[in-house]
């Protein structure tokens, strides 16, 4: 490919032209890594020749009507569809994407690379597929998401999913890429010690958000946020209830969306020092909501799945010019660097309490002094630019 720009088949979750603005992101698509995907492969195009598929989630069919084509959203040149009844969508999504691979290929060649967002069953099947034939491109997974990637799985589902259609275990689903762009530092396992080449790229920031300068003479109490997933798994049941069990003077403030949204609501009703803003009406939203605080908290637990990807709020929390307190998982302390505050997930619940105590006395010039450095770093090494740059070169590298 010398002297040519580098050739893509993108088979991603992008949305369409038309879905990406806010007005599709409800409660069920709150930062969602959909946009981010978008301005990904906005980012691709500058740097690369791409032709993309759309692989999009049966709760977004009936939005189909609200499209508009000359709104904002990646070029597809196909749209398929993962919805019920799953069987037979996935047989037909499959099918219409080897049907357009082989018209692709008779029309303008075989691509370098065909670049696969996650382990999922349609994409699988297609990849399955691709690597029977006696000429294919290089395939190179982005694992930006993977719950069930190094779970252990008894015998007994293992047999039960070889007798299912269109679908597969992610740690054989895993074995069909020939490179890999991880999001979690962590997930180099499943690649590293098979010889796979593989390339860390947590994520990016999604809005460009400029904060406003701090207040010198802001005082009282430090203040303390969360916003983002409001599901069990995210812990933030968890953060507010050891907070408020800290009886510090500052307070705490939660939006988002989940089925702890309940819980969190009773919890404002009885307790003044937590306030709970429930869902935003746009991502953006939550920047200029996140200035009413001094430090952002982010929890991720090193549950099975939680260190195969980095958590694409951390970067919007940056882009907000906050300091932030979170946990290492998924290499979040390689992002964040010196200034971010650590929680430790051996003894969790203590030391989130022992480090609210800690960070409640902190100077709030010292907070503000970590999070311009965080700000400035992220907005320099994560953007979608910068992620872009870095994949073409790497996956040029591969195909050399």
Not at 75 to 96: F, G, M
């Amino acid at each position: 490919m010398t002297g040519r720009r580098l050739r893509l088949l993108y088979l991603g979750n992008a949305f369409p032209r038309g879905m990406a603005n806010e007005t599709f992101f409800t409660s069920d698509s709150f930062l969602t890594p959909h946009l981010g995907e978008v301005l990904f492969t906005q980012e691709l195009s500058r740097r690369a020749e791409i032709s993309t598929v759309g692989l999009l989630p049966g709760s977004f069919w009936r939005m189909r009507p609200d499209l508009k084509e000359d709104g904002s959203g990646s070029e597809q040149r196909l749209v398929i569809w993962d919805r019920n009844p799953a069987v037979w969508h996935r047989w037909t999504s499959w099918r219409k994407l080897r049907r357009f691979y082989r018209e692709q290929m008779e029309r303008e060649g075989m691509p370098d690379v065909v670049f696969v967002r996650n382990l999922q069953h349609v994409f699988n099947h297609f990849v399955q597929w691709l690597r029977r034939q006696p000429r294919r491109p290089l395939v190179v997974l982005w694992l930006g998401d993977s719950g069930g990637l190094g779970e252990k799985i008894p015998w007994s589902r293992r047999f039960r999913y070889r007798l299912k259609p269109m679908q597969m275990l992610e740690d054989q689903a895993v074995l069909l890429y020939d490179a890999c762009v991880i999001s979690g530092l962590a997930a180099k396992r499943y690649f590293e010690p098979r010889g796979v080449p593989w390339l860390w790229f947590p994520a990016a920031f999604s809005f460009n958000y400029e904060p406003p300068p701090p207040d010198p003479n802001q005082n009282g109490p430090i203040r303390f946020g969360y916003f983002g997933t409001l599901s069990e798994r995210s812990g933030v049941l968890t953060l507010v209830q050891t907070f408020l069990s800290t009886n510090l003077p500052g307070t705490l403030h939660v939006c988002g969306h989940g089925n702890s949204a309940e819980a969190l609501k009773q919890l404002a009703e009885q307790h003044p020092n937590f306030q709970f803003d429930g869902f935003l009406p746009k991502q953006s939203d939550c920047l200029a909501w996140a200035q009413k605080v001094d430090v952002l908290i982010n929890l991720r637990l090193p549950l099975w799945g939680q260190d195969n990807s980095a958590p694409s709020k951390v970067f919007e929390y940056g882009a907000a010019g906050k300091a932030i307190l979170s946990t290492r998982t998924a290499g979040i302390d390689e992002i964040l660097g010196n200034e971010g505050l650590y929680i430790e997930t051996e003894m969790f619940e203590e030391s989130l309490r022992q480090k609210l105590r800690e960070v409640s006395a902190m100077d709030r010039a010292e907070l503000q002094r970590r999070a311009t450095i965080i700000r400035s770093r992220i907005v320099k090494n994560y953007s979608w630019g910068e992620m872009s740059r870095c994949v073409v070169e790497f996956l040029t590298k591969v195909v050399n």
